[in-house]
């Protein structure tokens, strides 16, 4: 199961932005959607609460400072105004934890942060959290330090140490398990032996959600990015890594759950004229796709305002295609997760859940071929009983006789649009600025799912009668 979710840089967003309506309506939309506040500058904030915070700049840039800026401050009444756009939307919030409180370079090397993290500005901060009845999904702490780090980077057993600490900070200022929140870490790029230590040092019940990054296309810069966003050979690369850290879940902190939780395909803001349109959306949706069958629990997207590969436009807020994709995986697609093949091209892709609020399944298909269009019929395939046929639609359909079917296109034919068509007709805000309906086309069952070329096809086969689903 994958659960849609963004990220948040808070340094993007003005204080009259929280109140557009088109951003509040985008996030309504998802009924509960997942926002990870935090990013590059998070351990660069300081908390302008208690007092560990005398004193509390603001951003400026800094040629000598973490990704080029100086340590910055986060004000509470700026707290209190994104926690009014939370609440009235219904979002679940993570929030990124500054890590490298207390800690210095080390005089061998540069990238390296030695000594405990300092949590006391932390407690004071998630103390008025739980003060003002803010309601956190979960914790996590720093932002790309494991392994070898972006900029800079923490031993793994320092860090399991550390998370620790963390987890008995939200023990205590959140006693009831049922709205304790859950705590996350390292957020930063799979490296397995650094990974596995830090499972081990921090043992047993201490971290709920094992979160990494994944940038799978490499610069935003790059000319070849759209042909990679089209080629299923070099998308499959990354399912190693995907499966890696399942693996490492599965022996090491099997109390834990795999997450993706921070992905924006081509890193540096990602591809200027790519990351918005419609071509995106084949590795987009792939993602959450592929890392569904890898036992992965949350997919968190890059970003939800700011960049090139932002779901909302970054000036007008006005939503990309990418966010529309991401709608509908939330809406459709269940948590129990489908083994989907088939034996055509690999310019076709196939996803298959259980249905998430009708009895039946939910397929996903992309058509990567920009010539080639695929009948796709859905048959159970089980193997179990070897000696009997397989069986087609019509026998495993029960009494639906119709099929819910959502194509996805771009307009004019152009994968390089912003625009995108739902069943032909382009998705634009109402009169009111509300996310418009998104009604699928009714198709005879018995038939095959048309998938034209460069398009992609959310299905419902309601019925469908899949032994995992019952």
């Not at 915070?53 to 973490?66: D, M, V």
């Not at 070898?148 to 900070?169: F, T």
């Not at 990354?238 to 109390?255: E, F, I, R």
């Not at 076709?348 to 990567?368: D, E, P, Q, W």
Request: contains cysteine; glycine residues 10%; neutral net charge.
């Amino acid at each position: 199961m994958i659960t849609s979710s963004v990220l948040l840089w808070i340094g993007g967003l003005k204080t009259n932005d929280l109140e557009n309506k088109i951003l509040t309506n985008a996030i309504k939309a998802f009924d509960h959607l997942r926002i990870r506040v935090g990013g590059s500058l998070q351990d660069q904030v300081i908390y302008r609460v208690g007092k560990q915070a005398k004193k509390c700049p603001h951003f400026k840039k800094q040629e000598t400072g973490l990704f080029g800026f100086s340590k910055g401050c986060l004000h509470m009444d700026r707290w209190d105004h994104l926690n009014n756009l939370f609440n009235q939307t219904g979002a679940k919030i993570t929030f990124g934890l500054n890590a490298l409180i207390g800690r210095k370079q080390s005089s061998q090397d540069n990238s390296l942060m030695t000594g405990e993290w300092n949590h006391k500005n932390a407690h004071d901060f998630m103390k008025y959290t739980a003060s003002k009845g803010f309601k956190i999904d979960s914790y996590e702490l720093g932002n790309e330090l494991c392994g070898s780090g972006v900029a800079r980077r923490i031993e793994a057993e320092q860090y399991g140490k550390d998370m620790i600490v963390l987890k008995k900070l939200v023990q205590k200022l959140y006693p009831d398990p049922n709205t304790q929140p859950k705590v996350l870490g390292p957020g930063g790029f799979y490296d397995e032996e650094w990974f596995n230590t830090f499972l081990q040092t921090s043992g047993p019940n201490v971290v709920d959600g094992l979160t990494h990054h994944i940038y799978n296309l490499g610069a935003g810069v790059d000319p070849t990015l759209i042909d990679k966003i089209q080629d299923p050979f070099f998308l499959d690369q990354v399912a190693q890594t995907h499966k890696d850290v399942s693996t490492t879940v599965k022996l090491y902190g099997p109390w834990s759950g795999a997450w993706v939780g921070e992905a924006g395909g081509a890193y540096n803001s990602g591809g200027k004229s790519v990351s918005h349109t419609f071509v995106n959306g084949f590795w987009y949706l792939d993602q959450l796709g592929m890392t569904s069958t890898f036992n992965h629990k949350v997919f968190c997207r890059q970003a939800l305002i700011g960049g090139n590969y932002a779901l909302l436009n970054t000036t007008t807020f006005i939503p990309n295609p990418d966010y529309y994709g991401a709608l509908l995986w939330h809406r459709l697609m269940g948590k129990n997760v489908l083994s989907a093949t088939h034996n055509g091209s690999p310019y076709l892709r196939a996803y298959s859940h259980c249905s998430k609020k009708t009895a039946g399944i939910s397929v996903l298909l992309i058509n990567m071929s920009n010539s080639t269009a695929f009948e796709v019929s859905v048959v159970e395939d089980m193997n179990l009983y070897p000696n009997e046929e397989k069986k087609s639609l019509e026998d495993i359909s029960g009494d639906s006789n119709q099929r819910e079917e959502y194509h996805l296109t771009p307009k004019d034919g152009n994968i390089l649009s912003d625009v995108l068509l739902l069943n032909g007709n382009p998705l634009k805000l109402t009169e009111s600025l509300e996310i418009p309906s998104m009604n699928p086309q009714l198709i005879d069952a018995a038939l095959p799912i048309t998938v034209a070329p460069d398009s992609i096809v959310f299905a419902t086969l309601r019925g469908f009668k899949a032994p995992a689903c019952s």
